[in-house]
């Protein structure tokens, strides 16, 4: 088995697997796609679980899952990282946002499998100890919440908004934070939130 | 029972009043109190957990060996199933369990069987691999449809749809159309408003797990653990304390949640047959199709005034759906906020195959609000008055009129006519006022254990819920003030039928019902320790013992203790006093007032409503944390803008399925849509409880769909009288289309 991963997964493979269920154009690597297309070589993973590496909160971390699991599963079912919640699981309402490569995406519309060899951020990654991040100590002082269930969501989103842009103007957070529904609408204390961690940090 | 004298009222307004209190009570909190802990904007307690993830919500327990459940939904609007294969299901890797659920389904969504597998994926895979043989019956989804007599019949018997036709309070039509006919001025208006969800974010769900025992522990994402205990119980013929049931933390309950869903029942059916623990959460599309709704209503309102400007007639006739099952009773606010010598309600429940209503966060009052303050404008259009002074001549509660005048000096209602024409070519500006009606006194029924340990610890423990409302938050701080504590001294147990009992959190209720509670246990509680403090000092007689600032003090028996060396006076390992919630005494008034402004614009060209600033004055007597009674309101006043402008479920009237079950085509408001939020909480010392305190979570949504609308109509000339106010109604309103 040709493997390009470490962990002993081909790209050929996976893409096998997952170009059925999502559609080659999610996935980056236009040669593989081709490859797989021809149907030659070994078959597509699963539909049992298959064993690769995920890298959560700079720790590498062991996964058996079944190569359909959305990185939302398997941070939730496999890895025990239940902060990142599912409210849609069909990429509407931002509950399950994590930070990938610096950029925040709904983990519900991503396979685990295409995060593998990425830098995944989780809010349980988020504080040091007992210190808290500026932005999770600025929703807890401006009330960014009620029911708490989009908080997850919402801390990330605003932490990567901060990250790409320290001092956003009030649109701008709004802009930043529009993929991510609060049902229970604690907006106000989310914006000041937001705009108190900016100036913060 | 002893009398007492306290100082009720609000600024310019107080007055005494002398109250009968039970003896066991501490005495009420009034205007006079000098509170140090009670009235602070203190973060939530249990913020750390949720802003690190650690809080867990019923989707996020996990049991050893637990499966996971999922459930095959009819795809019809009106069905019966005619035989079911589920031997293939039940051979599916992974799968564990397959129950039927229901041969009869009345509405798209309806439950027909549920498997159990040991991943999720493999309960989906499960799923369609159950075949069913339907024979398809005639439904009905519309409204006016329904009404028509030859209509299929929803639930069989009567034609049409109907129930609960009833006229109340009540002149009869002659009546009013004579006092009608007798009037300075006269509107008669239809309101439409749609079926809205609840869409909390987390959906319905539960967690069951049999004991070895025959006992269940169940974890349910539920406004009310203990209707679920009992409703459980009667489901499997168990005693209630064989049934616990926990919610520590929950994603959201807006009234759908407020009792034993059917979830409950399949998982724990599921849970008896595999043996095992299991969870079974509500997807997006089934809490759409299946977890409640907001009825909708049709409402038309007849009115008249005089030559100046009184109510001669209120005279509503509405019907609405529920779906399959719950009542779309709207008439509340206009049966009680305006005084009238003529008026008349009649009403009808219309069923539908759809599925059933359940309470939502002011139950008709929020449908009934928009249609009354919409025709009450409308009216003093007619009478060439300003809505405001229009409104007060009509309303009785003077404690409205002081908020109008806070308000409307916020909301720069003086300026209202230049407003207008202030936004640019293309777009017009409005200003709307609407009033809010609601009880929020609570009542009786929970009880509270306050438990202070030798170490100075103190627990308090009510099996009440926190919604995200801060429950927990508040009644630590009133125990905190009662014990002379901060508030990180104090720890709160809630959501757990192990605790003592609390009702349901509806009805704005949780606030006003438990906080008196909490300071009689805390003050019973408090008393056991004054006396171990007093037994440790030989001859004590001392009657002036307080608790205030961290220490117990008496003057006359000269002692100044911390409140930790107070404590290891305790004999044994703690003192543990539990107190009930008494009935509400006369004190100042029951209800709450309140009302809201809203200011929009419209955009002309494509009819987009933006609501720009939203000013609310509530009052819900003794404020416990004036930031968490704001996130409340502000909740409400989003939920309400949401309601006005954005929300419906569109059913198909030809398959009589959802066609927007999911959180994209089903539109909330989110970022973009909030407008700036301006709230002024309104000192009202209520004086009937001990705490005084009344709840918030529903008087702040009833107001704001009225406000809105009026703002709209203010600025087009023209009234929109349907929700949710999309584009095309405001273009259609404009002659645009
Ligand atoms: S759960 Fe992923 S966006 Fe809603
Ligand atoms: S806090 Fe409840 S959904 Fe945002």
Redo the contacts with the bound molecule.
Sequence with gaps: MPADRPDGISRRDFLTVTGALTGAGLLAGKSSAEDGAKGKGPAGLGPEAVGYTLRVNGEDRAVSAEPRATLLDVLRNSLDLTGAKSACDRGECGACTVIVEGRSVYACMMLALQARGKEIRTVEGLSRGDTLHPVQAAFIEHDG???????PG?VMSTVALLEKTPSPSPEGIRAGLCGN??????YSGIFEAAAAAAKAK | MGKRTIRVGYAGNYREVEVNTPDAEPAPWDANSKLAVVGKRLPRLEGKDKVTGRAKYTADVKLEGMLIARVLRSPYARATVKSIDLEKARKMPGVKAVIEVDREVRFHGAPVAAVAAETEAQAEDALAAITVEWSVGAHVVDLEEARKPDAPRVQGGKNPNERGNEAQDTATEDACRKALDASHSTIDLTFRTPVVTHS??ESHGSVVRWEADGSLTVWDSTQAVFAVRDGVARAFQLKAEQVRVLKEHM??GFGSKLGMSQHTVMAAKLAREAKAPVKLLLTRKEEHLAGGNRPSSVQRIRAGADKDGKLTCLWLESHGTGGVAGGAWCAGPLASLYACPTRRIWHADVMTNAGAAAAFRAPGHVQGMFALESAIDELAGKLNLDPIEFRKRNDANTLRHSEYGEGAQIAGWEKRAQLRGSAGPGKARGLGVAASIWGGGGGPGPQVRCVISRDGSVEVQCGTQDL?TGTRTILAQVAAEELGLTVNQVRVKLGDTALPFSTGSGGSMTAPSVTPAVRSAAAAALARVIEAVKGSIPGCEATDFAARGGKLESKTAGVSLGWAEACAKISGANVSEQATRSANYQGFRDGTAGCQFAEVEVDLETGHVQVLRIVAVHDCGLVVNPMLAESQICGGIIQGLSYALLEQRVLDNATGRMMNANLSDYRIAGPKEIPDIRVVLFDVANGRTNTGVMGIGEPSIIPTPGAIANAVSHALGKRVTDLPITPDKVLAALGKK
């Design positions: 919440y009620q029911c708490g269930f989009c908080t919402q529904i609060c049902r229970c609408a604690a | 909390c974010l994603g959201g995200g």
